[in-house]
């Protein structure tokens, strides 16, 4: 009774990353404010709201004036209800609660990864700094963290792979993309990863001697991406949302105009956690490959040039590659052959060492701290120097400004950036229509490249806003058009440290 007391009591390295990963989003990460630097939480969390008050969900586009009554596809509506269902209850410190526990998961789940990869104990730990580091350029609360829940726990089963089928994990398969697919884009990672290790598992009986204590380890992948394909397809657009997405990624023009699909910048300030988390997934991956892991090889790989590629791939190679970089890594030095023999001595050393912490802890899990841990953020949130600081950042978003949008008529046709686009959706519950925001799967490649010419004031703007019809304009200090504006003779109506507000001449 007293080992299955302190089981309860006593936390685990997983749980204890996650109740650190909690307190420095809370506190270091500063994640009251920081979780909303992105304006499309704005729509998402208006979308869920009327979704539960109307019971369907959007056809059209019910939020701006330029795509008024055009196809829009809701493709994670199941995360917009959880978030609007929040909201209605706490508000954005609701909200931010809801991401930081998910976020907190993430971690938890990271390390359970590190144990099944046969990681070294005290090497995940090391890990865990880069890990937060690179994760952290996309603490946003969007339902891409969902996204992130449901990819770790998936790899975690793909690294246990049973030998054989059976039809509870058919059942499992397509219970779990069913949930994934109406919560998030990535769930065609589920069957893609699924084929990947199927794949590899291929390949590695294509080189290696068979393991007949393995089974066929290809068979049962192959068995579950072909029922997380169908269960995928249970949502409300059936095999629509598949072709959405496809032709949404295979944009790659439009992506090339999106932020978050760009490269990062591996010149900014603390760039080198970030590298160092590239540098280990990729000797990860050759590692695995010189120890007949293919599937792991090709995952890791794979990651490592997605995250290369782009800034929004790169929390995908800290959360999954690391874990299973460790288990590469730690196979390595336990095998390392024609070391000195001090060298091999002290490697011995520290490998059993570390051994025996994780060994110590392997009785413990802590489970009772996960409710203890919701209390405590919950507390922080509600205190109030922590609630005033929770929710849209006024040094980012026009929150001073809009006062005086609310004065504006009704009809009014406000010429804004997409950032401030998903805030004023927000702001004014989807009421007052807007001209452009996140949404760039429903605003397309033209309407962005008419977008990007109007905002950076190259040849033909001026042609742009007589097609729109501007009657007022909301930019950033920092635009150069708000001063081009200005100097054509727009009237300003407001202005802080944030934004201008600017209304059209009578007669342009």
Known sequence: MGHYTGKWLVPDLAMVGAAVTLLFALFLFDGGEKLFRDSDTGWHIRTGETILATGVLPRSDPYSWT?????????????DVLMGAVHREHGVTGVALLYLMAIAACTWLWFRLHWIAGGDFLIACAMASP????????????????????LLAWISVAERSPRRFLWWHALAAAAGSALWANMHASFFLLPLTCLLYAAGHLLRRAVWKADPSHGSPEKWFAGIALFAGVGSLLNPYGWRLHFHVWEYLRGVELLARIGEFQSFNFHSEGAFQILLCLALAGMGAVLALSQGKVAQFLLMAGLAATGLRSARGLPLVALLALPLANGALTQALASAQGLRPGLRRRLDQFLQYSGNLRRLEMGFRGYAAAPALLVLAFVVLHAPAMRARTGFPADQFPVQAAAAVERLPAGARILHPDKFGGYLIYRFSGQ??????????????????????LVQVRPGWEEHIRYYGFTHALLPNDYSLAGVLEARGWKKLHKDSTAILLGAPEDP
């Open 131 to 150: 890990m937060l580091s690179t994760v952290n350029i996309h603490w946003l609360a969007r339902p891409h963290v969902f996204g992130w829940v449901f």
């Open 67 to 79: 795509q008024a009554g055009k196809a829009w596809v809701a493709w994670e509506w199941g995360a």
């Open 432 to 453: 007052r229509k807007v001209f452009f925001d996140g949404r760039s799967d429903l605003y397309g490649l033209e309407f962005m490249k008419r977008y990007i010419r």
